[in-house]
């Protein structure tokens, strides 16, 4: 066991592994330089190099140099490898909190007692290398809610079996003795102990970079399932979406199908650009009012829908007025003018229409044909056997009420209501 577990070699593959991270890394940060977490991984890696190297020569060069400094750029290295953790979950790195290990060893290194104890120094060691681990690992575990990657899990394990490790060292130091002497052999234990630490550091740079490109697939996939001008769904990942939902769903959902009222006339009174902040503004208030299991897409030019779970006709439809009703007082401000937006709302459920999205989404559509034909600016539920096409006979018929021009008076309903 002694000779297939030789300190010294651990720590020679040790720095050649950190070494390899540092040229690897430092070659993506030629190609990035503007990126902040490939700069502190770079930094972080050699400075571990140069710790590793230093401690690793503890025989041939000063106590100073090789456990003081060694180990405090060892330190170094691992409270910046903490900060880039920082900057990857977009927080701005903190270079003090990254070298405040180093410097509370540099502070105790020259007194007497950490001259003179082994033990004191690894308890130090320990508790300060353990804590960056543990620092580590909370941040990518509190990222899952905010971007869940598939490997958050497997990365904050590696970076708490790396706080465990030298949590061990510092319990084996007082269990079995001190982790070497200048006369004796090393531990078995704590042979182990650096082995492990070895490993799990290789681990923690592959688990970061593979997070990393999560990241860039996961937002790659974003962008082709949002719309570009609205940021909410595009019809085909609501399709996706809607259908999955609708699959599982053994309780009525409702789905609303929204149409904003004579929006190509707020194109041709006040340009595009007025027309696309009508939408932005649009999708954002709708997208305030969702539920986290609430699904929100742009599936037309101005047109939008919303699947609800757990909701029936009923509830679909409250939800629908009170959206209506917000829209309603939606003013957009255009080179000093006042645009007004309404919406018609066509509502329909499962528990009147079949359980799947193209005959909802139908049945949504006839109720939105209903409330446009009615004088637009009003929700309107889907009725079973209404016929679209009687609709659009009433649509024809009543012309100023149904395609009234743009800042033509409201329509007021019969409960006194616009």
């Known amino acids: ?49 140069v710790g590793t190297i230093l401690h690793a020569m503890r025989g041939a060069l000063p106590f100073p140099v090789s456990s003081g400094l060694g180990l405090g750029a060892s330190m170094l290295a691992m409270g910046l490898f903490w900060q880039a953790i920082v900057v990857f979950e977009g927080k701005r790195p903190r270079y003090l909190h990254a070298a405040a290990g180093a410097i509370i060893w540099a502070c105790l290194f020259f007194t007497p007692l950490f001259q003179s104890s082994i033990n004191v120094r690894t308890t130090v060691l320990g508790l300060i290398m353990g804590t960056y681990s543990l620092l580590g690992a909370l941040e990518i575990w509190r990222g899952r809610l905010r971007e869940p990657l598939p490997s958050r899990k497997l990365a904050a394990g590696v970076h708490c079996a790396r706080a465990v490790v030298w949590y061990l060292v510092l319990v084996g130091t007082f269990a079995f003795g001190p982790v070497y002497t200048d006369q004796g052999p090393y531990p078995t234990w704590f042979v182990l102990a650096s082995l492990a630490q070895t490993l799990l550091i290789i681990l923690s740079v592959i688990t970061l970079m593979i997070l990393a490109l999560e990241r860039d697939e996961r937002r790659s996939r974003l962008v082709s399932e949002r719309d570009p001008l609205t940021n909410v769904r595009n019809r085909r990942s609501f399709v996706a979406e809607a259908e999955a939902m609708l699959s599982r769903q053994s309780a009525p959902a409702a789905l609303l199908l929204f149409d904003i009222d004579h929006f190509k006339q707020i194109n041709d009174t006040y340009g595009h650009a007025a027309g696309d902040k009508v939408l932005m503004e649009f999708s954002a208030l709708l997208e305030g009012r969702m539920q986290s299991d609430w699904l929100l897409a742009r599936i037309g030019g101005e047109e939008f829908a919303c699947l609800i779970p757990n909701a029936g006709i009923s509830e679909g439809a409250d939800i629908a007025e009170a959206m209506r009703r917000a829209v309603e007082r939606l003013h957009t401000a255009v080179d000093g003018r006042s645009v007004l937006v309404t919406v018609s709302i066509g509502v329909a459920a499962t528990d009147e229409a079949a359980p799947s999205l193209d005959p909802l989404l139908a049945a949504a559509d006839v109720a939105l044909y209903q409330a446009k034909a009615d004088g637009r600016n009003r929700v309107r539920r889907h009725v079973p056997g209404f016929a679209r096409r009687t609709m659009l006979a009433k649509d024809h018929a009543q012309p100023n009420a149904a395609n009234q021009p743009l800042g033509h008076k409201r329509v007021t309903r019969a409960d006194g209501r616009n």
Not at 20 to 30: D, E, F, Q
């Open 1 to 49: 066991m002694d000779q297939l577990l030789h300190l010294p070699t651990i720590f020679v593959f040790h720095a050649c592994s950190t070494l390899i991270s540092a040229l690897l890394v430092g070659t993506l940060w030629r190609r990035r330089r503007d990126s902040v977490l490939l700069g502190i991984l770079t930094f972080a890696a050699t400075v571990g190099f």
